[in-house]
């Protein structure tokens, strides 16, 4: 079975490297020099005192793909570009979306693929290099059907065991409690500069963090708050010592997925006609962040 | 006449050097050290090239004064353990008050003196070390009365063109303007760790802070939004390199101003139940930093 995955960061990476094992594995990137780079060198993953490095092809992405089941791994920004293109060239049985945030959803009717699966990934990974990702924290992918048969994505239980998937029922419940968690870490570590275990431990922060998840669990409509909210702690504390993505993204002046994590919320939250002052002033402070970021370049 | 000044902080030996031309001034301060420091040293002023070195008696509080007109420039967080004390020990036949933030209107029924002025320094100044004051920014001093005789403070004006004051007739719109401003610039900038101008020139800081101005113009049910929004706007224009009192505070790891401008707008709130949830954010974000100053230490 050909498998191609989209996108090669940290999760694209992670992915290829555990299905190459038993399947032949395409990366498509967005620069020629890493796909170079990665069927010459082979891509290496560093898991504990483990470093093992495997065979893929690679090749940068042109808007066509021609494999069985395609994974899209590339940020929810960089996904408009994707969809955009020809959909009948991203020719595949079956695709998989692993992406942060939930503006992908509204594409989804438009794809003529027969089996489409969403999936959240919980796993702690790190590009290191261009053929290198350290897997920093072993958990799992949660995963749920779109449209067409489950049977279809079976195969994704062939991985190996640092590389588990787990099916969830309603994927939409799926997506908002990821959103929901990556709403509370992710900006507000960003802007105050602390690692994510900061967020539990000072009571000041945790505060601010409670006062904005309930914001957003408003907009959203959540019934079951108190077992996310617990789920968040627990997630701060299981990852104390990480800098969030987006955070790491700020110091290093990159694009962040404010966008698509706060953003949306904000949009979702205009919709509906709900206010949401702590969002928009969360919002605009990383706006500005990001700007000083690039004023500073 | 005898002039004492309560506080040697920035605005107090700010106050007591320009007094000191005219008048028989002395500062209490907190500390002997810097009392016996000012005696054999003198006071000096930074202001442009010109640094000017003044005579003054100095000697620590001990919860007693005696002079003709006392002025109190200590923060707002101190000032409670001064008004704890016995007030007839404070001797003088007039005060004023130099405090940012409105904590202190609640005390001033239970002093016993005929004549009560309340001030806001909109002076740039910054202590160099116990007996230098930097003056960065000549502004002015605006006053009111609180109680008594107007006359009583009219040798406001003998002082250097330097220290002009301004009598204003409502104290209560002085102070809350005074109060906007701070709320506007000082946790902002503090959280950012930016300096002033930054607030203005970055558009989503200044979409931020309007945010915030809007919040609080409301739970004070303010009038005139645009006039006062205006101002706030010139001031970070004119301040612009500066870095806010509780900027450096934070940076020094010292108490802030948080609990008199922040705390009290949400206190106020609270009293209105008027929402304040961007007033509470912020004030829950700034406690933290102030925690991870104190856990660092």
């Not at 419940?173 to 960003?190: C, F, G, Q, R, S």
């Not at 509906?272 to 706006?287: G, T």
């Amino acid at each position: 079975m050909r498998i191609g995955i989209i996108g090669g960061g940290a999760v694209g990476l992670l992915t290829a490297a555990y299905f190459s094992n038993h399947y032949d594995v395409t990366v498509y990137t967005r620069r020629q020099e890493q796909a170079e780079q990665l069927c010459t060198h082979g891509l290496t993953v560093i898991c504990g005192d483990e470093r093992t490095t495997h065979r893929v092809h690679a090749e940068p992405f042109v808007r066509e793909t021609n494999v069985d089941v395609l994974f899209i791994a590339v940020k929810q920004y960089d996904l408009t570009n994707i969809l955009k293109t020809n959909m009948h060239m991203l020719r595949a049985d079956a695709v998989m979306f692993l992406q942060n945030g939930m503006g992908h959803v509204s594409h989804l009717p438009h794809m003529p693929h027969h089996h489409i699966a969403l999936a959240v990934v919980e796993h702690g990974a790190l590009k290191i290099d261009d053929t290198t990702v350290s897997h920093t924290g072993v958990g799992k992918t949660k995963w749920s059907v779109w449209r067409g048969k489950k049977e279809t994505f079976s195969f994704l239980y062939t991985t190996d065991a640092r590389f588990p998937f787990q099916y969830v029922g309603d994927w939409e419940t799926m997506l908002i409690e990821k959103l929901m968690v990556n709403v509370a870490i992710n900006p507000l570590t960003a802007l105050l500069q602390v690692p994510n275990g900061m967020l539990v431990t000072h009571a000041p922060y945790r505060q601010a963090m409670e006062q904005l998840f309930h914001e957003v669990a408003s907009i959203f409509q959540i019934e079951q708050r108190e077992r996310i909210w617990q789920h968040i702690e627990t997630v701060c504390q299981q990852t104390a010592a990480n800098r969030s993505s987006m955070l790491r993204d700020i110091e290093a002046g990159r694009m962040t997925e404010l966008d698509a994590i706060l953003g949306y919320v904000i949009e979702r939250a205009n919709e509906r006609c709900v206010p949401a002052p702590i969002s928009a002033f969360l919002y605009a402070l990383m706006k500005g962040k990001q700007l000083e970021g690039e004023t500073e370049r």
